[in-house]
């Protein structure tokens, strides 16, 4: 064989091993490109079923949600006669104030016994001459001035029955709380607590109480200074006794009864 055939021969030999190769560098790089455009290298990530389960709950959630209010069953009763008297009632009755008849005077009380249960129930929560509606206190039910009126009227010779005390109906289980915020209660106005719990003394000047608008009269005490007023007012002072008679006023109420009456009198507070 001469040497032009070795020649050929060895090259195409080497041809054949360098193609060789080529060819499997070249299928794999074509192997991982094709297999990065298609993601076939990363592996796929199957969730766990509480996880998919709890992601589904999730969006699927409402956006609100209503809330069932606890419900408090319990019967709401209201004050009894001797609670009533001794808040409200005994300021006059138990001194005789004003020509109210003193609580266990049997003399005094005769004439007003005689006149029946209801027509001294209903005096008590309408008011009658010097005595206020509701004894000053409009807060108090008719069921709460009524056991007040049998509580002194039975310690001073009479026998009427207390009228029985009837629960609030409670609210239904199944009815939905509201979600807002409740409005802040707004306390009673100077004008309305004057009104229900000053104008018994203050309007007519009794016990020494300085009328409302007589600037000769407040005017020493507008020289105390408003707090000095407002305390005064509060805790009580001689013949005026505390909050007027009336514990259930707050003190900023109690406060803006004396702005109202000092104001009227030539104060400025």
């Not at 209201?78 to 109210?100: D, F, P, R, T």
């Not at 008011?127 to 007040?148: H, K, Q, W």
Request: aromatic letters at 6%; a negative charge; proline letters at 6%.
């Amino acid at each position: 064989m001469s040497n032009v055939d070795r020649d050929v021969q060895g090259y195409s030999f080497g041809q054949i091993i360098l193609a060789a190769v080529a060819g499997l560098v070249g299928f794999a790089v074509l192997y991982l490109v094709v297999a990065k455009l298609f993601g076939i290298t990363d592996p796929i990530e199957v969730a766990e079923p509480v996880a998919a389960f709890a992601q589904v709950e999730e969006n699927i959630k409402p956006v609100a949600v209503v809330e069932v209010a606890e419900v408090n069953t319990g019967a709401q009763v209201g004050k009894s006669g001797a609670e009533v008297v001794k808040a409200v009632c005994a300021m006059c009755h138990a001194a005789g104030l004003m020509n109210a008849p003193k609580i266990g005077d049997s003399a005094q009380w005769a004439p007003r016994i005689a006149q029946g249960y209801e027509t001294l129930v209903k005096h008590a929560i309408d008011g009658i001459r010097t005595m206020p509606a509701r004894g000053g206190s409009p807060a108090l039910t008719d069921d709460e001035v009524a056991s007040a009126v049998v509580e002194m009227a039975n310690a001073s010779g009479a026998k009427f029955k207390a009228p029985e005390t009837k629960p609030e109906e409670p609210a239904s289980a199944t009815e939905p709380a509201e979600t807002e915020a409740a409005p802040v209660a707004v306390g009673k106005s100077g004008e309305e607590v004057y009104q229900a719990a000053c104008l018994m003394c203050h309007g007519a000047g009794l016990m020494n109480a300085p009328k409302f608008g007589d600037k000769a009269q407040w005017e020493p005490r507008i020289k105390q200074g408003y707090d000095t007023l407002v305390s005064n007012a509060v805790k009580g002072i001689r013949m005026m006794p505390a909050k007027g008679g009336n514990p259930a006023l707050s003190d900023d109420e109690v406060a803006g009864a004396v702005k109202y009456m000092a104001n009227a009198a030539g104060a400025g507070f």
